[in-house]
């Protein structure tokens, strides 16, 4: 009777273990982001308040690999700043550690006076 407890105990342990890991990576390697408008990250695109293209750039290049196990290591350059309007769209591109780059496509999904909310596709 005591070693069936333990048993039982084991796997629904190590099950819960499993369950957080998974929580833990969708969490991580999500590619939407909320990101104030503020003087020090804002910058003008066609008259529009736009995202700098160095914040887009650093916050891509962090959750693009934020895992081992989820995406690949980039290095990230934007060429402009993201426009804050929604539906906005912009192109960065990574280059990957042996030379081969890859298009990342950002999009504007909300846009306010005073944030944008935005996501990349991996």
């Known amino acids: 009777m005591q070693h ?4 039982v105990g084991a796997i629904g342990g190590a099950a819960a273990v499993v369950a957080l890991g998974g929580l833990g990576t969708y969490l991580l390697s999500g590619t939407e982001s909320t990101t104030g408008l503020d003087s020090a990250g804002t910058v003008m695109v066609d008259g529009h308040k736009a995202l ?47 030379g081969k780059s890859v298009d990342i496509p950002v999009s504007v999904v909300k846009a306010g006076a005073d944030s944008v909310t935005w996501k990349f596709e991996r």
């Open 4 to 7: 069936s407890k333990f048993v």
């Open 52 to 98: 700098a293209p160095n914040i887009v750039t650093g916050r891509i290049q962090s959750k693009y690999h934020p895992l081992p196990w989820v995406g690949k290591k980039v290095s990230v350059t934007c060429p402009t700043g993201l426009k804050a309007v929604a539906g906005a769209t912009v192109t960065c591109v990574g280059k990957e550690s042996d």
